[in-house]
Structure formats: C-alpha cells, structure tokens
C-alpha cells in the first residue's frame, strides 16, 4: 500500500518497509514486475535508481480489495453485537483449524523431505 499512497517509491523504500537485504527487496520487485502488479523505470535525472509505481492491474485489484471490506464493514454493521460476537467466535475457530492444518501439513512435508 505504500506505493499506492505514495504514488512512486524506490526499491529500497521497499526494502525498508520490509526489513529485507536489497537484494531480497530487488527479488521481491522482479516477481510483482513478473506478476503484471507493479512497473519499474529509471529515474530520468539518475539512471541508477529504479522508480516503482503500480500497474492498471494492481490498482484494480486495489480497489476491488477496498470494495469487499467496505460490504463486509457494512454486514458486520448490520448484526447486533451479540451476532457480532458469534462471528468473531466461529472466526476464531476456523483461524485455529487453519493452523493445525498448516502444521500437519509441514509435518507431512518435512517427514518426506
């Protein structure tokens, strides 16, 4: 979302953000400039540093995100709190099976490994 507020940034801003290398910030932005999601060019005054700014794609996706959480805003708005309380419940359920199965999972990958 940085670069979304921001407009543009440079790798390393990234790798700030991300409290990675700047070779692990450089990997990172090669596979979203892969994805279609972000767009690299040369900053014109020095060739050396690399702007990132958000493709069509991302943006889109961005603003889809943004739609979806503002329905379920208004769906949670919608229950009493009691319902409210039930969700965030059952949601708590499934975070925590979710988990186990993660864990089972990389049991099962490591046992194999």
């Known amino acids: 979302m ?5 407009g ?5 801003e990234i790798g700030a953000l991300t409290d990675s290398s700047p070779a692990a910030a450089s990997q990172l932005v090669e596979r979203l400039v892969q994805q279609g999601l972000v767009q690299r060019t040369e ?3 020095n060739r050396r540093i ?7 794609r ?3 996706l961005i603003n889809r995100g943004v ?3 503002r329905f379920l805003v208004d769906l949670m708005a919608a ?12 949601f708590g359920y499934l975070a ?6 993660q864990s089972s999972h990389k049991r099962k990958a490591e046992h194999h490994a």
Do not use: F, G, M, W
């Open 96 to 101: 925590q099976a979710s988990r186990q199965i």
């Open 8 to 12: 543009e940034c440079q790798i390393s």
């Open 2 to 6: 940085h670069i979304y507020h921001a």
């Open 79 to 90: 229950l009493t709190a009691k319902q409210r309380e039930t969700v965030h419940t059952a």
């Open 67 to 69: 739609t979806s959480n």
């Open 43 to 45: 900053d014109p005054l």
């Open 58 to 60: 991302s943006l889109k």
């Open 50 to 56: 690399k702007k990132l700014r958000l493709t069509d």
